[in-house]
């Protein structure tokens, strides 16, 4: 049974930083890419960034670009996204992914989310 499982949420001023985790089991993720979507409250579902898993190359969303990067532990089998100078826009409910295609709109398999609240 494939399980993401996110930690890391809360609230925080705005040009503060937040790390968020999320831990995968289940399989083996070696060929996938690992990720994050965001949801705003009244919006849809946003893609943030993601990692190859094999290799370590990184895509961002233009919104974040500059701002958040993902990285990897390989041994803990744990993706990270470090959100620095944060906004009120950036509030939102984080979403973990894991996808063999590294798709943009949509993944195979998806964490529970947790809730990033940014104060202006």
């Known amino acids: 049974q494939v399980q993401l499982v996110e930690s890391g949420g809360g609230l925080v001023q705005a040009g503060g930083s937040l790390r968020l985790s999320c831990t995968a089991s289940?399989?083996?993720?070696?060929?996938?890419?690992m990720g994050w979507f965001r949801q705003a409250p009244g919006k849809e579902r946003e893609f943030v960034g993601n990692?190859?898993?094999?290799?370590?190359?990184?895509y961002y969303a233009d919104s974040v670009k500059g701002r958040l990067t993902i990285t990897r532990d390989n041994a803990k089998n744990t993706v990270y996204l470090q959100m620095n100078s944060l906004k009120p826009e950036d509030t939102a409910v984080y979403y973990c992914?894991?996808?063999?295609?590294?798709?943009?709109?949509?993944?195979?398999?998806w964490g529970q989310g947790t809730e990033v609240t940014v104060s202006s």
């Open positions: 990692i190859r898993w094999s290799g370590g190359s990184t």
């Open positions: 992914e894991a996808d063999r295609l590294g798709r943009r709109k949509e993944s195979e398999y």
């Open positions: 289940g399989r083996t993720f070696s060929n996938f890419y």
